[in-house]
């Protein structure tokens, strides 16, 4: 059963004064468009439908708040990097994000969706890059990696971690995969620890934990506030 089994919509927020009171723990899910974001969410929360999966790239607009429990939550944030967005619409979404990812007092920390077979777009390593100032973790899913021989999969799997070592030491990284569910457990294991759930679950997936490829590096400095999200 998953930590997050109960997870249940809580808000939704299109301008900041909406946003809840940071009273609890956060964590951000953010991606390119059509990356698997959503699709992510739901195989994490054993539900089909928690978050809105579409086929038509930019659809998610707002930043939506699933809960788990008293003072926890998954938070799934809009899209970038889709072209036909409206400029208008486009800079109204990185205002909102810009301001919630870097002020957030109760944010812990982002989950980055990246296409596996398109992983570190510019767009990625631009966010990776502004997103690095804050000095909080961010664990990067591999998503769609079913589309992938394990061969293809693992090389790519250990290019990112090359990469993330030398530039982003905050990060960690793994495969997924919402239709056969590969790493979900691995990816929930971490995450509850993240929200600090004592769960038994967490415990019994030492072999999953095992195969994680994690870095560690102590947090990076740097400015709160400004910068613009890609």
């Known amino acids: 059963m998953s930590v997050f089994q109960h997870t249940t919509f809580y808000t939704t927020v299109n301008q900041l004064w909406q946003l809840p009171p940071p009273d609890g723990v956060e964590i951000?899910?953010?991606?390119?468009?059509?990356?698997?974001?959503?699709?992510a969410i739901n195989s994490l929360t054993n539900r089909a439908r928690l978050a809105f999966v579409s086929k038509?790239?930019?659809?998610?607009?707002?930043?939506?708040?699933f809960q788990l429990g008293s003072g926890r939550f998954l938070v799934d944030l809009p899209g970038y990097g889709y072209a036909k967005v409206p400029a208008e619409i486009r800079q109204h979404w990185e205002h909102l994000l810009s301001t919630y990812l870097q002020?957030?007092?109760?944010?812990?920390?982002?989950?980055l969706i990246m296409?596996?077979?398109?992983?570190?777009?510019p767009l990625d390593r631009?966010?990776?890059n502004w997103f690095a100032s804050t000095g909080k973790p961010v664990h990067?899913?591999?998503t769609k990696s079913d589309?992938?021989?394990?061969?293809?999969a693992a090389k790519i799997l250990k290019d990112v971690l090359l990469f993330l070592r030398e530039t982003y030491p905050q990060c960690s990284v793994q495969l997924f995969s919402s239709m056969t569910r590969e790493g979900v457990e691995e990816a929930a294991a971490l995450l509850g620890t993240w929200l600090g759930l004592d769960t038994n679950l967490i415990q019994e997936l030492n072999?999953?934990?095992?195969?994680?490829?994690?870095?560690?590096?102590?947090?990076?400095?740097?400015?709160k506030t400004g910068g613009k999200l890609p």
Do not use: C, W, Y
Not at 28 to 39: T, V
Not at 56 to 65: A, E, K, L, M, V
């Open 28 to 39: 951000a899910f953010a991606g390119r468009s059509n990356a698997g974001k959503s699709s």
């Open 56 to 65: 038509t790239p930019g659809r998610t607009q707002h930043i939506n708040f």
């Open 103 to 111: 002020t957030r007092e109760s944010l812990h920390g982002m989950v």
């Open 115 to 121: 296409d596996v077979r398109h992983p570190l777009t």
């Open 126 to 128: 631009q966010m990776l």
């Open 140 to 142: 990067v899913l591999l």
């Open 147 to 152: 589309k992938l021989s394990r061969q293809q």
């Open 207 to 223: 072999s999953a934990q095992s195969q994680r490829t994690k870095i560690k590096s102590p947090r990076l400095k740097g400015n």
